[in-house]
């Protein structure tokens, strides 16, 4: 058992993780809290610049463009545009064009009604004016807003005697069809736009980088707190990180994919639960090459970006989430969200966010990998084989001790037993 452990410690310390037996504790007055001072505060713990993210974390990119001369464009596709446009002047624009077009249809009844002398002589018996009870503006514009509203009350109506106000009838109530439209439909998009539905699709705040099946990963979680599921659901992340060409071309936040299933289908979600992404760091990953000790000096963002169907609307959802280099803790896993209870499976979303800290070694993934083949003794590092227990475990060492030794003694039984059956029948 003492040669076990020794070989297991020598190991840890190859590896890069920290033997517990090696952990001493400090001193008492250095364990109490100290004042630090701005002399200790700038020579022990160096205050790490504030990073600056591509995507925040409910999903907005952090990128305005400026200096934008062709501005006609917006123009192109002003439905567009308008859908775009925040709330406040969303609900400007919309009673603007309303009153705009009701004033200006207004005045063209009143402009008619003017030079028709309806205005002066409207009230003289024989006189046909062109629309009845027209006597001012304001019950010009009245008319107006009757006509495209098709309110309709019955005290203003226009007569068969007006050729020009019946072509301006027509007039109004097309245009007044395809301002409805244009508006209307304008509002119902924006209120029942996608990316409202992924208010409630969840990123777990950290992203955590842990040993899986002998294999170092990257993971993170979603989530969906609605009933209604996103169908057809896919995921993807890019690593944005600043890189320079062999050539000398500096790249400032060059994207690259990083792998979570789409050469195998994992990257395709069944979403009723939530789901603990992973990327497996091989030779294809960019932290291939990364230690613990690397990665906490390098800068970059993880962006994760979660795609689907509505199933109630049947429109393409996306929500976005990213996590900074400061947000990849190494050496952690999810705490269980899932719990089998009555008749169904209850998920803690109080759970969704935690973490624990595991023991996993510090090296790079391609330096365990190499090791895990140069060493047969290497699965057995913790974390790194399920054979660990065997060797950790008191209680199943003594089981296994067990087993062996009933193995003996029935091996030791059918040699007995076939030596007394060749002295029988010789």
């Not at 952990?23 to 004042?35: A, C, F, N, T, Y």
């Not at 072509?167 to 439909?185: E, K, R, T």
């Amino acid at each position: 058992m003492a040669g076990d452990s020794r070989v297991h410690m020598d190991h840890d310390m190859e590896i890069g993780v920290t033997p517990r037996e090696q952990v001493k504790k400090l001193p008492k007055h250095l364990r109490e809290s100290q004042i630090p001072t701005d002399r200790t505060h700038l020579i022990s713990d160096p205050v790490k610049k504030p990073r600056q993210r591509y995507v925040q974390k409910d999903g907005k990119c952090n990128v305005h463009h400026g200096n934008v001369q062709e501005t006609y464009r917006y123009l192109s596709d002003l439905f567009t545009t308008l859908v775009d446009l925040r709330w406040r002047l969303s609900f400007f624009i919309f009673t603007l064009v309303y009153v705009v077009n009701w004033l200006f249809f207004g005045f063209l009844w009143w402009l008619i009604a003017l030079i028709r002398g309806d205005l002066l002589h409207g009230d003289e018996e024989g006189w046909t004016p062109c629309v009845e009870n027209l006597n001012s503006f304001v019950s010009a514009f009245l008319f107006s807003i009757e006509t495209e509203t098709t309110i309709g009350y019955g005290y203003r109506v226009i007569t068969e005697k007006c050729p020009e106000g019946i072509i301006l009838l027509l007039v109004q109530a097309i245009l007044g069809s395809i301002v409805n439209a244009m508006m209307v439909g304008c509002m119902f998009v924006k209120i029942s736009q996608p990316k409202n539905r992924a208010e409630t699709l969840m990123f777990s705040h950290k992203a955590v980088i842990s040993v899986r099946d002998n294999k170092m990963c990257l993971m993170f979680r979603v989530g969906d707190l609605r009933n209604s599921h996103i169908v057809e659901a896919s995921i993807r992340a890019k690593l944005i990180r600043s890189q320079q060409t062999k050539e000398g071309e500096f790249i400032p936040l060059n994207q690259t994919d990083i792998n979570i299933g789409f050469d195998t289908g994992d990257d395709r979600l069944f979403l009723v639960s939530p789901l603990i992404i992973s990327h497996e760091i091989n030779e294809k990953s960019p932290f291939w090459e990364m230690s613990r000790a690397q990665m906490e000096k390098e800068e970059f963002e993880i962006v994760v970006i979660l795609e689907g169907m509505v199933e109630a609307t049947g429109m393409t959802c996306q929500a976005r989430s990213s996590y900074l280099d400061s947000e990849v803790l190494w050496g952690y896993r999810f705490t269980p969200v899932l719990s089998l209870e009555k008749g169904f499976y209850e998920v803690d979303y109080n759970n969704f966010h935690d973490i624990y800290e595991t023991n996993t070694p510090t090296c790079s993934a391609k330096e365990l990998s190499a090791r895990l083949k140069e060493s047969p003794l290497l699965p057995h590092l913790p974390l790194l084989s399920p054979d660990l227990r065997q060797h950790t475990d008191p209680f199943s060492a003594q089981t296994t001790r067990e087993e062996t030794e009933k193995d003996a003694e029935k091996a030791a039984d059918t040699n007995n037993g076939s030596a007394n059956r060749l002295e029988e029948n010789p």
